[in-house]
């Protein structure tokens, strides 16, 4: 791999994605961030959309733009900050994984003294975005760190290390009720355990392209769990994910074009286990990435809801 990290060799990144441009010595810390693969923010993004138009609702106002603004540039902000911590504490096990090997610290693109300053630069950006918000929002935020922190560990000692990511990348499904309504009410719970559900379950179609390698390095993960249960085990998981999500909706009295929304949801999980192949890994990386198109259907319904009621 070229020491200056031009090659850009991480298999699922984004071709010809704009990281391509940039000049070569800012390149690695793109790629550290995972700017080269935006469906990582997307995922941690949406479960924030999601509770910021679902509060709106409960609230009996319209959606707020700005907060899905500030959401945004924080969830860009901690997909980078989650991704380098993962790369500094996985940089020997990513040596060893093909997949992987081609990341910035195992490549030998940036230094670990690099990437750890570039760390605190990406969280500084996301304190600014979460000090913006109220008192309980902040605190609600702080409190997301304790799963990001500790799941890169989870993959050395447990099978399951998805339920921490899920503990993580859902946390946004509580932040929009934090963020709007200063508490989280029963529908927000409902949300985020949902919500936790689905990165178990999208998170589970991703692993299906490292089963060999995971097994060879002696990583966990729930494709190697459930072997030739997968497909079960992830319609389980999205079947979860809809009756919370369905719960949810219950409790904040949600109107017609969420339901619409959430229909539209449960059509495209379905479809994913559906055609799913555990042998393809190819086919994995994209119904991995089109559960941004799913999260969007679902927060599309619940944006259309919260300004219907007004109405």
């Known amino acids: 791999m070229a020491g200056d990290g031009l090659s850009g060799a991480i ?3 984004v071709r010809r994605s704009f990281v391509e441009k940039l000049p070569p010595a800012w390149r690695p810390y793109a790629r550290l961030a995972r700017l080269d693969r935006p469906i990582g923010w997307w995922l941690l993004l949406l479960p924030c959309w999601w509770s910021a138009a679902l509060a709106a609702r409960l609230a009996g106002d319209l959606p707020s733009l700005p ?26 096990l990513d040596a060893r ?3 992987t090997m081609g990341r910035p610290l195992p490549s030998g693109a940036v230094s670990v003294a690099r990437a ?8 500084l950006v996301g304190l600014l975005v979460l ?11 702080l409190c997301a760190m304790a799963p990001v922190i500790v799941y890169p560990f989870m993959k050395r000692v447990t099978n399951h290390p998805q339920i921490v990511l899920g503990l993580a990348f859902a946390w946004g499904a509580l932040m929009g009720f934090a963020a709007h309504l200063g508490a989280i009410p029963p529908a927000g719970f409902a949300l985020y355990a949902g919500a936790i559900l689905w990165v178990i379950g999208y998170d589970t179609i991703y692993a299906l392209q490292d089963i060999e390698d995971d097994a060879i390095v002696g990583i966990g993960s729930t ?3 459930y072997g030739d249960r997968v497909r079960l085990f992830i319609a ?10 369905g719960l949810a909706l219950v409790l904040s009295g949600s109107g017609p074009a969420a339901w619409l929304g959430l229909a539209a949801f449960a059509v495209h999980l379905g479809w994913q286990v559906a055609i799913l192949r555990r042998e393809d890994a190819a086919q994995a990386l994209r119904l991995f990435r089109a559960n941004r198109d799913a999260g969007l259907l679902l927060f599309a319904g619940l944006f259309l809801d919260a300004i219907a009621q007004r109405f």
């Not at 900050?81 to 020997?92: P, Q």
């Not at 000090?131 to 935020?141: K, M, V, W």
């Not at 389980?236 to 999500?245: I, K, P, Q, S």
């Open 97 to 99: 994984v093909a997949r």
């Open 11 to 13: 298999p699922d990144a």
């Open 223 to 225: 494709a190697r769990a």
């Open 236 to 245: 389980a998981m999205f079947a979860g994910t809809l009756a919370l999500v």
């Open 116 to 123: 750890a300053l570039f760390l605190a630069a990406q969280l």
């Open 131 to 141: 000090l913006s918000l109220n008192r309980f929002a902040i605190l609600a935020g």
């Open 67 to 92: 907060l899905f603004a500030l959401f945004l540039i924080g969830a860009v902000a901690m997909r980078g900050a989650g991704s380098t911590w993962n790369d500094i504490t996985d940089r020997d």
